[in-house]
Nanobody, 114 residues
Framework: QLQLVESGGGLVQPGGSLRLSCAASGRAFSTIYWYRQAPGKEREFVAVWVRSNGTTRHTDSVKGRFTIFRDNARKTVDLQMDNLKPEDSAMYYC?????????WGQGTQVTVSS
């Protein structure tokens, strides 16, 4: 069983920054995804980090503003979010898939508002 715990969400003004963290325990994983879901909307892909080669990919709407990376000291996969916009407000989740099973954390809320 893989446990995922997100942290780092909060309230921030437009143009501000937040850093989200995803801590994984219980099983080895190869890839960590970040997703988000705003009220009344479907959950959408934000970014992915691949352990084997450090490959990353970000959805177009966050490119140049968000960066997914592995913090080796803290053993987390983080999402650095800069120049936040009100439309970035959502519950953010990290996700991992192992042998056909999908694991989700409980989410962390990000609210961008003045």
């Amino acid at each position: 069983q893989l446990q995922l715990v997100e942290s780092g969400g909060g309230l921030v003004q437009p143009g501000g920054s937040l850093r989200l963290s995803c801590a994984a325990s219980g099983r080895a994983f190869s890839t960590i995804y970040w997703y988000r879901q705003a009220p009344g909307k479907e959950r959408e892909f934000v970014a992915v980090w691949v352990r084997s080669n450090g490959t990353t990919r970000h959805t177009d709407s966050v490119k140049g503003r968000f960066t997914i990376f592995r913090d080796n000291a803290r053993k987390t996969v983080d999402l650095q979010m800069d120049n936040l916009k009100p439309e970035d407000s959502a519950m953010y989740y990290c996700n991992a898939r192992i042998l056909g099973a999908s694991y989700w954390g409980q989410g962390t809320q990000v609210t961008v508002s003045s």
